[in-house]
């Protein structure tokens, strides 16, 4: 048996060394066979990992998702020069080109939206602390560095996937003024970079919940299981902030509207090929 394993061996070796230095196709082969024929080792940061999401397929130019049938959500895509959240730069004008994916029918009201982005482009529009923590595999890192923080809030925080790229999700609502936190400001916030480094992928989507008062309005009644805002003098709002953050934290993904688990699976089914 031995000596067997040596002849198989050094047959492999010696066909290598003696084919011709071309391009393998590596359609119909998983990754064993493409290491078997090349002999080199398959780079990580430029690996795609497939990912099979059952809803609505989306593609515009180099940009392909799914959008699961659980969201019962259609997208309108374009390329903007909007300016997009965080809103860091206003002062720098528009933003550079990128793509934007509108969702309609979302289950929750407020926006929807995924957004593409060169990377290049990005960071030289304010966020380059944002790309730089990202491209350092960052967005594992527990608590999260302030490069990714944006908002008065976060909470949820969990590293996420997509086809040929990596980030994190977490819940946040923009920064306001001392005032509750409400359903109607609450949002899912992705960011994440591609493996190469070319891309940048942000997605502010709305979320729903039970338990934050709907609005900001000093007579909306807090609901029932919810956080009561106190508008008198005696106000704590960093105690206020703490136990809306673990109340928000110890709400199961599933309890939100639309669920996280969800909206986790629509972004993990991104691919951004090069152009």
């Known amino acids: 048996m031995k000596k067997l394993l040596i002849i198989l061996t050094t047959t492999v070796l010696t066909l290598s060394a003696c084919a011709p230095s071309q391009p393998v196709s590596t359609s119909g082969q998983d990754v064993s066979t493409l290491v078997a024929l090349t002999l080199e080792p398959i780079t990580p940061a430029l690996s795609i990992t497939t990912v ?33 959240f965080p ?5 720098n004008g528009p933003m550079p080109e990128h793509v934007v994916f509108k969702l309609s029918n979302y289950p929750a009201a407020g926006d929807a939206k995924i957004m593409v982005f060169k990377a290049s482009d990005y960071a030289a529009y304010g966020q380059q602390d944002a ?32 086809q040929n790229g990596h980030g994190v999700r977490y819940l946040y609502e923009p920064d306001v003024a001392i005032a509750p936190i409400t359903d109607q400001d609450l949002f899912y916030y ?24 709907p609005d900001g309005n000093k007579d909306t009644v807090t609901p029932p299981d919810g956080i009561p805002f106190n508008w008198g003098p005696d106000l704590d ?11 928000l934290n110890d709400t199961p993904a599933d309890n939100y509207t639309p669920s996280l688990s969800v909206l986790d699976k629509m972004i993990s089914s991104l691919l951004v090929s090069k152009q």
Do not use: M, R
């Open 52 to 84: 099979q999401v059952e809803g609505l397929p989306v593609s515009f130019n180099n940009i392909t998702f799914s959008i699961p049938l659980e969201l019962n959500a259609n997208a309108a895509s374009s390329s903007s020069t909007d300016v997009e």
């Open 87 to 91: 809103y860091i730069n206003p002062s």
């Open 131 to 162: 790309v730089t923590a990202l491209t350092a595999g960052q967005d594992t890192a527990q608590p999260l560095p302030d490069a990714l923080l944006y908002g008065k809030i976060y909470a949820q925080p969990k590293p996420v996937q997509f």
């Open 190 to 213: 992705y960011e994440g970079v591609t493996n190469d480094g070319a891309y940048f992928v942000s997605a502010v989507l709305h979320l729903h919940t039970t338990f934050l008062v």
């Open 237 to 247: 709002y960093a105690k206020y902030k703490t136990d809306v953050i673990q109340k």
